[in-house]
């Protein structure tokens, strides 16, 4: 049995558990403990879950989110690695065995792996793809820019050492401000895309602009330090229309993704309407 704990973060993911739970449970190494961390679900996840022998289920009484989940894992794991896979995501066999290896090394802290994209059947799957990628490439990288929270391992002290994950991201950004932290504390990270998984997660128009959204208000913490009417304008300007969507956009073009346009354009209105949407809610709770 190996040194390493798996946990699967979940929160009303019924349909996609047990393909994922399956995964962790033939891997070619095993592991010393599977945890489904359940985050307060109103389905049935954590009956699911506890049909497994092999899987512990601890649960929230509410839903707390993904950053919680994270360290509710991170705290009660006995084994100095820690590994992740998100519920709707399944290994690979060799997934966990190929990311261990990496560990080998005292200075790294943590290893990440390839996400495929599973699922395009809309075209907001195929957006997905195209402008939300949760990988590097197909070349190992030291150092990338962070790791994906959907499927790595780190060093359990390394993660404590660096405080934990940052709960008041919730269920976005958590991963990049961890990966920031430890590369501060002079941990190295390391990209494998020989560790593959492969994402079940189906979008419609409205879920993936509300997703990106989130991705781009946590993963770049854009209103850390307070939100005005000014910020938000200024983001529409120099940030939502200069780089995000006329990048998008040209990307699309050059790429002749021809069908993906009418999505970049909508992009550019809800980024502003959700900003804006925001600075009211703070206006009006002072």
Same mark, same amino acid.
């Given at each position: /049995?190996?040194?390493?704990?798996?946990?699967? !973060?979940?929160?009303?993911?019924?349909?996609?558990? !047990?393909?994922?739970?399956?995964?962790?449970?033939?891997?070619?190494? %095993?592991?010393?403990?599977?945890?489904?961390?359940?985050?307060?679900?109103?389905?049935?996840?954590?009956?699911?879950?506890?049909r497994? !022998?092999?899987? $512990?289920?601890?649960?929230? =009484?509410?839903?707390?989110?993904?950053?919680?989940?994270?360290? $509710?894992?991170?705290r009660?794991?006995?084994?100095?690695?820690?590994?992740?896979? *998100?519920? *709707?995501?399944?290994?690979?066999?060799?997934?966990?065995?190929?990311?261990?290896?990496? /560990? #080998?090394?005292?200075?790294?802290?943590?290893?990440g792996?390839?996400?495929?994209?599973?699922?395009?059947?809309?075209?907001?799957?195929?957006?997905?793809?195209?402008?939300?990628?949760?990988?590097?490439?197909?070349?190992?990288?030291?150092?990338? %820019?962070?790791?994906?929270?959907?499927?790595?391992?780190?060093?359990?002290? +390394?993660?404590?050492?660096?405080?934990?994950y940052?709960e008041?991201?919730?269920?976005?950004?958590?991963?990049?401000?961890?990966?920031?932290?430890l590369?501060? %504390?002079k941990?190295?990270?390391i990209?494998? !895309? #020989?560790?593959? +998984?492969?994402?079940?997660?189906? =979008?419609?128009v %409205?879920?993936i602009?509300?997703?990106?959204?989130?991705?781009?208000?946590?993963?770049?913490?854009?209103?850390?330090?307070?939100?005005s009417?000014?910020?938000v304008?200024?983001h529409?300007?120099?940030?939502?229309?200069?780089? $995000?969507?006329?990048?998008l956009?040209?990307?699309?073009?050059?790429?002749?993704?021809?069908?993906?346009?009418?999505l970049?354009?909508?992009?550019?209105?809800?980024?502003f309407?959700?900003d804006?949407?925001l600075w009211? $809610?703070?206006?009006?709770?002072?």
């Open positions: /049995m190996s040194d390493i704990t798996v946990y699967i !973060p979940a929160y009303n993911v019924a349909s996609f558990l !047990p393909r994922s739970i399956e995964s962790v449970i033939c891997q070619t190494l %095993k592991p010393a403990k599977i945890f489904v961390i359940d985050d307060g679900s109103r389905d049935d996840s954590a009956a699911i879950a506890g497994y !022998p092999e899987v $512990t289920v601890v649960r929230h =009484d509410k839903n707390r989110g993904l950053a919680a989940a994270r360290n $509710t894992a991170f009660i794991a006995s084994t100095e690695f820690v590994a992740s896979l *998100d519920a *709707d995501c399944i290994a690979e066999q060799t997934w966990l065995e190929i990311l261990l290896a990496h /560990m #080998a090394n005292p200075k790294i802290a943590g290893a792996g390839c996400l495929i994209e599973g699922i395009q059947i809309s075209l907001a799957d195929r957006w997905r793809k195209a402008h939300m990628p949760q990988e590097w490439g197909l070349k190992l990288l030291h150092n990338p %820019k962070f790791l994906f929270g959907c499927n790595n391992v780190f060093r359990r002290t +390394a993660v404590l050492d660096a405080g934990g940052e008041r991201f919730r269920n976005n950004g958590e991963d990049s401000d961890l990966s920031r932290r590369i501060e %504390k941990w190295e990270i990209y494998d !895309p #020989a560790a593959r +998984a492969t994402h079940l997660r189906h =979008d419609d %409205k879920s602009l509300d997703t990106y959204w989130r991705w781009w208000k946590f993963g770049v913490n854009a209103y850390a330090t307070g939100i009417l000014r910020s304008i200024g529409a300007l120099f940030v939502h229309l200069r780089y $995000t969507f006329l990048e956009f040209g990307r699309d073009w050059r790429d002749r993704k021809y069908e993906l346009l009418p970049d354009m909508l992009l550019l209105l809800y980024l309407y959700r804006f949407r009211l $809610t703070s206006k009006s709770s002072l």
